[in-house]
């Protein structure tokens, strides 16, 4: 996106940022920011291609459903069946803090009663983004999920690599 020049902050006005539930309070401090990284189409998640009910897929952190299918595409693009693939697979990853589990509870209290609350921190949480995508998978390799604040996407990559190097995965 850099290399292309491609924006990938979406500036919102104050009548989108209404209706998305920012309080006058809010809109009226200077130091508000109107803007932040948005995806487009993240509600467009294959939930039964993945094995998810619909309940689950509504309930799972987007960056968890977005890396889930990146992983896909990626193995996709390789031209690799993980199920038919003899060697590890191995995936290094970490996600931001969540927010969507707070609105998800803030906006309907009550599912953490309907769907358990394993199953509502597992769908959330940050330490289950790389086995998430290993288990879904059924990948062989290492899953480490890996939270180092600025660092993660370099460490992630500096793991895998020593994963590499030393035979744990291909």
Same mark, same amino acid.
């Given at each position: 996106?850099?290399?292309?020049?491609?924006?990938?902050?979406?500036?919102?006005?104050?009548e =989108?940022?209404?209706?998305?539930? !920012?309080?006058?309070?809010?809109?009226?401090?200077?130091?508000?920011?109107?803007?932040?990284?948005?995806? =487009?189409?993240?509600?467009?998640?294959?939930?039964?291609?993945?094995?998810?009910?619909?309940?689950?897929?509504?309930?799972?952190?987007p960056?968890h459903?977005?890396?889930? =299918?990146?992983?896909?595409?990626?193995?996709?693009?390789?031209?690799?069946?993980?199920?038919?693939?003899?060697?590890?697979?191995?995936?290094f990853?970490?996600?931001?803090?969540n927010?969507?589990?707070? #609105?998800?509870?803030?906006?309907?209290?009550?599912?953490?009663?309907?769907?358990?609350?394993? #199953?509502?921190?597992?769908?959330?949480? #940050?330490?289950?983004?790389?086995?998430?995508?290993?288990?879904?998978?059924?990948?062989?390799?290492?899953?480490?999920?890996?939270?180092?604040?600025?660092?993660?996407?370099? !460490?992630? !990559?500096?793991?895998?690599? #020593?994963?590499?190097?030393?035979?744990?995965?291909?």
């Amino acid at each position: 996106n850099l290399k292309g020049g491609k924006e990938c902050i979406s500036h919102f006005s104050e009548e =989108e940022l209404i209706e998305a539930g !920012v309080s006058e309070k809010s809109l009226s401090n200077p130091n508000y920011v109107k803007s932040k990284g948005y995806m =487009e189409g993240i509600d467009l998640f294959d939930a039964d291609f993945f094995s998810y009910s619909p309940l689950e897929a509504s309930i799972t952190d987007p960056q968890h459903r977005h890396f889930l =299918e990146c992983a896909w595409h990626s193995l996709e693009n390789a031209g690799c069946d993980p199920c038919r693939y003899g060697g590890r697979i191995g995936v290094f990853a970490g996600s931001s803090w969540n927010t969507y589990a707070i #609105q998800i509870w803030s906006r309907n209290p009550h599912i953490i009663e309907k769907v358990g609350s394993r #199953q509502f921190l597992n769908a959330n949480g #940050q330490d289950f983004l790389a086995t998430r995508v290993g288990h879904k998978m059924d990948l062989k390799g290492p899953c480490i999920n890996v939270q180092t604040a600025c660092s993660t996407s370099l !460490v992630a !990559v500096h793991l895998a690599c #020593q994963s590499l190097l030393n035979g744990e995965c291909d």
